[in-house]
């Protein structure tokens, strides 16, 4: 059996606030928000991005002095969360997590569909995991890989999941 939980350590969440600029060495001057803060994660609750969220929010909060309180905004592959980090206020209170499709895959796919601009509506903080992408099928899918692209090829209009355009997955 694959244990899926994330187990972010005490010593990691550190090093992802002190990238953050929330270390106490991070910055000469320190930055103290005046409220709470707000962590978007563009996923349902319960899955790896909110997971993750959830454990440095937790760390966060007692560093910053004010709570972090995170925010589900599920939908469009992310695109909806980062959305609302965009059009919020530039000072701090509102952070993102964001895969790789809202900000450097939908940007080439689909420009005509961006409500924000990737390359400069955000202040990029730090890379905080990698996640690899598994392709699963049922046991009557043939394999090897050379087989089973031979057997996709052979039903064009056959349904697929993906959790949104421009995802890893879609693009896997």
């Not at 994660?41 to 993750?52: E, I, K, N, Q, Y």
Request: charged share 15%; aromatic share 6%.
């Amino acid at each position: 059996m694959v244990d899926f939980r994330i187990h972010v350590g005490r010593r990691a969440a550190l090093a992802a606030l002190g990238s953050l600029g929330f270390g106490a060495a991070a910055n000469a001057q320190q930055w103290a928000p005046s409220r709470p803060v707000r962590f978007l994660v563009g996923f349902p609750a319960g899955g790896s991005s909110d997971l993750l969220v959830r454990r440095l929010a937790e760390a966060m909060s007692p560093r910053l002095g004010q709570p972090v309180v995170v925010e589900n905004r599920a939908g469009a592959n992310g695109h909806i969360a980062m959305d609302a980090v965009a059009k919020g206020p530039p000072d701090g209170t509102i952070i993102g997590l964001s895969p790789m499709g809202p900000l450097a895959v939908n940007p080439v796919l689909m420009p005509s569909r961006m409500t924000f601009n990737a390359a400069t509506d955000f202040t990029p903080l730090v890379h905080v995991w990698d996640q690899p992408n598994v392709i699963v099928t049922s046991m009557d899918v043939p394999s090897p890989w050379p087989a089973f692209v031979a057997w996709l090829r052979s039903r064009p209009t056959e349904p697929y999941g993906s959790v949104g355009a421009g995802s890893s997955n879609h693009i896997t």
